[in-house]
């Protein structure tokens, strides 16, 4: 009998034969030289843990919540394109996973399920991750989020204008399929007459959204949002003063702009800046239940996937992104009995040793400090 | 004539051949992504030696003591699962080997020969391991060890809960023979009706020890109890304040808990928590003699060696074991020349130079220097 | 159809079949082992961005001024030897490139055409770098560059004696074709009888020119004086004390002399020490426009490329080398974007993260920090 | 025509095939993992030069003196073991190689020819490296030494014990041919009837010689005493107490003891701990004219080559000496040229960036900075 995947990177091995070579290209692909996507990995790798012993943690508490929804570990699914790229049943099947974890499922405005269809697929919460494509689309589905019982808009502000990466360039990449959550907005703008262009998977908004926009935005729901792609103390500071209720630090995977520190080294001056008024939550990089408890250990609340959801769902649908997450829960699990930690409330920076070379930062009003020594 | 091997490597390499696969990876894996294990080794490499001239260091005196017991040179062995992975007469090899190079063999719960056998075969000083698998069979090994002839308990506190490496996992590895120490208490158990579950190789204690039962453990035996897997100033501390009589800087060579620091790295700041109130051993990629000086330069008082001993039964049973272990001898003593070294009882950290990148650490109370500059 | 290139190093992979091994190594090659080039690319790839979000930068301004010329973009072309080597137009092409980009060239004394030719062809603005080769030619080379419409002299200070690259030499390179600008001067010197040796590819003038000689440099035109070559805080704060209209920051692309910095480690250290006096430029290594803001930010006006010319005029002459200036100029429109920035007049050091590596540094007078903190 | 050696590594890559294989490994090899010497090479290559420009450096003086001995350039020849492991002439071709480039060459105790037969061939100045192999053998050559012109003894401090390394140990390495300084030695002893052990390649003395014998040492001879192999504050203090003339600090190439830090590491620390009060050199891992240029920057007076003159020996002879030294001048012209000085007596640290990793250092009394900053 064939051995399960036992890690992640055993997803990664096992999905490349199964995608075609340009989706596959597509997902693993960083920006440019991709430097920041090497970087996102090899600084999770360069802090050491700390770990105690002769402590009972076998009664670990893992669950925990994000914005007020309860997830059973806190790890979740990132927004990411159209995830008919790997699996046919695309977001819908990844929601089925998520949901079979009793974790968070974000869904990115360019999925090819329309929210409603992953809205009705899911067995666990959801969050409508908006990419802001002007105002009259922004307000249908931020609207149509809330109706259809998204918990939260995860607001992204780290792309502001295309940036297909060269490797998609090169591979005169099409994307298959057509994004679910714009079928009837199109239709129903045809039907009004309004002048409406078809939104495409890469065409950003002009004029771009703003923190001029936010009360605007703010006005449409009364949903939480979440600002993803903070990676500087500056706009983490910027993103309370306009009323963030949370904020997710994110390289957006490497996959935009390059040479941008990895989330993980970018995290403690943002946990500084806000100084636990707000959940942060990270991505980019999360492959090793170490990975969970470094970031947690830093100050987040919890993390999230986003390349491994393909690879789940390439080989094996929704249960391949349940297996995925069992697996970062099960190695979350051991790193957190072999730091002798009971409760993911209680983890603390202490159990890190961050290398020297991350040093202080310089941001606009000051020097920060990474970590508070 | 063939060359007999020259240093540690060449052992490992000539071992390699004579091995099964499975336990061939079975002795050199490390845990998931092997990081920890890496970093065992580089980190020695790391630290420089500050080389004396023009002493006259032909009298040198290398043997030492450990809790008492008389060492012919600061090198012991360390408990590692059942030898017989590698050489048929397993641990009772290992025990002659220590024994002809007049070291002390530390023997594990997890061992093929019983430790009465292994007591039989040794002609040198043991410890014995222990791995808490629950209070019946912890007070029958500590007693049989105490009965048995063993000077010292070595608690083994950094394996909370099994963790499979990943190479043996794809191996579907299966340990051979039966687990030494546990024939006689089973059929023993059977015998008064008593229902206690099999032993398994792998199969740690439910509940686990505890920093609470440490007292209950202290009553079971006058022997010394010695703290391994200590990573952390604090757990230093804690072993302190529960009665340690020594303390073994260990990464269970990176076999169990990914990106930790090395042995080496953590050992600092464990020598500046203790104070000199304990003795200080260190295992974890210790290859060369001028790892020892390293090692003991830095306020250890004796070093052990793991997966080497594996390759000296593999190659040439306690013969090979002896020999590598003599090879050691004779680079330490060569470190010693180097380093115009009389005794083992001066070394003293400044016949070293630190990298600049193992800055400070920041434990549960304070920041602590690596070490006192 | 075939994919255009979409980055520099497309170019430079294009443009070696293109060339004869000797010219192709000319090209690319570096002093001795090549350190300093590699470190050129590198130390840009070390720096990371802090990259600012919900910002209009929609309408950027990435024009700019360098001496009173406006650039459409902070990219110029720096002064390489013989054009000629890459494409049969040699300068008169490459002068069209920058001009179709609204950029300036900077046209070296050793081109293959005459700087009159380059002044026909060019339409752009230009600076003529002064390689100098003896009294008689540079007075000759400043007289005519001024009269032909040259806007400043780039005097190139690194170079004071000639270091054949080791690829040359293993090729026994012969630069093809003859030196443009000695055509008339040789033939103009003959006739008078003066005995002036014919000035050829390597060869540096006897005496070399000193601090000395500025004040004379300074008599023979109106035009302002581009110091090129400066590496460090002591030779920026002298050509100050001489007069310097500009610095520029250059490595010579590392081809002169190996194992000094790279040229954007050593940017900080002249800003601080000309503390906004001069403009300052900076070349070697530039290949992304991410490194344009890393440059900008660190206090550079503007920057300029080498190796990469030559590429675009191997694949397509002018074309190519107005398409590579484009994609420059895209890239670093991009990051503007990313980085929030609406005008290059306004980037800060706070736009990026130093790696701590990089400490102070000592100079003649004091230690000074590489960056203001 | 075939072309010249343009750099030591020239010479390096054509005398491998023309030595044998155990010869080849003999001169090549480091001790154990050959860590220094590698990072003999590595630390050079890290610093970087501080160029400095527009100075008229063509009246360059690069002349110098060692002990009063005139040397044409700043680069001596090491003292190694029998050079007819290269060529059939041995040290006397070196010797004439070194004359013909005007420096000193050092002769190692263990020379294919006798000191005699090096002095009578030579037309350069000579030191007599020492190896202590007892009294008798120490008086017996150092009076010889005197008397046949050597201008100062070179005692070897780092070699307290034999040390073969591990590549010559595979080889099973005999050194061809006898040690010319002891044929007559040992003919003369076993005429008076004394019991003198035959010296061979390897042996060192016993007992060894220490601190307390140098006042003996002293005795024997008028000669200045130069301690080669010092790699400590420490011992160079000593070495200043018990008289030394001269330091040359050396790693032996590290051949002898593996993990200590390079030459050019130790050199900062030496050179503040003995303050100018004697000339110091270096060796070990020079291989390109920066590096000579890096050396004295730091403080030495004057560096040597071991290794390379192997090369130039096997490929040419004398002639081969003598050009791989004027490869290295040229080079070093070349490095002096671009940092604009004009004296070896003027260079100083401020011409160099030292890597911020090398931080300070902890010797016996204190902590020393590694530059004075």
Same mark, same amino acid.
């Given at each position: ?15 490349? *034969? ?35 012993? $002769? ?23 990132? *927004?990411?394109? #159209? ?139 009364? $949903? *939480? ?27 957006? #995977? ?51 996937? #986003? ?51 991350? #040093? ?14």
């Amino acid at each position: 009998m064939r051995l399960e995947p036992i890690n992640l990177f055993d997803y990664e091995a096992r999905a490349r *034969p199964l995608l075609s070579h340009n989706n596959w290209e597509f997902i693993e692909a960083g920006a440019m030289d991709e430097i920041t996507t090497a970087r996102n990995r090899s600084a999770f790798e360069d802090i050491t843990l700390r770990p105690r012993f $002769l402590i009972d943690a076998t009664e670990r508490k893992i669950a925990t919540t994000v914005l007020g929804e309860a997830i059973s570990f806190p790890v979740m699914i990132s *927004p990411t394109d #159209g995830h008919g790229l790997a699996y046919s049943e695309a977001e819908c099947a990844t929601a089925r996973g998520a949901g079979m974890s009793k974790t968070l499922m974000m869904c990115s405005t360019s999925s090819h399920c329309s929210l409603e269809e992953i809205a009705a697929a899911a067995t666990g919460p959801l969050w409508f991750q908006l990419s802001h494509r002007g105002y009259g689309p922004t307000e249908n589905l931020v609207q149509r989020a809330e109706a259809a019982g998204y918990k939260a808009i995860v607001l992204t502000i780290d792309a502001p204008i295309p940036t297909p990466k060269e490797r998609d360039i090169r591979n005169r990449f099409v994307r298959p399929g057509e994004m679910g959550n714009f079928r009837e907005f199109l239709k129903q703008t045809a039907d009004t007459g309004d002048d409406v262009d078809p939104p495409n998977w890469e065409m950003p908004s002009a004029p771009p959204l703003t923190w001029q926009d936010l009360e605007w935005l703010r006005s449409l729901t009364n $949903l *939480p949002i979440v600002f993803k792609g903070v990676r500087t103390a500056e706009d983490a500071r910027l993103a309370l003063e306009h009323g963030a209720n949370a904020i997710m630090v994110s390289t957006h #995977g490497g996959r935009r702009m390059d040479t941008t520190m990895s989330s993980i080294e970018a995290l403690p001056e943002i946990v500084t800046a806000t100084a636990g008024r707000v959940e942060i939550y990270v991505d980019s990089g999360v492959r090793r239940g170490s990975d969970v408890l470094k970031a947690l250990a830093l100050g987040a609340t919890a993390v999230s996937v #986003g390349r491994p959801l393909y690879w789940g769902l390439a080989v094996n649908g929704a249960e391949g992104v349940h297996h995925m997450l069992e697996l970062l829960r099960e190695e979350f699990n051991r790193a957190m009995a072999y730091c002798g930690q009971n409760s993911v409330d209680d983890l603390e920076e202490r159990l890190l040793n961050i290398p020297r070379e991350w #040093g202080p930062v310089r941001t606009e009003n000051d020097i920060v400090e990474r970590l508070p020594f």
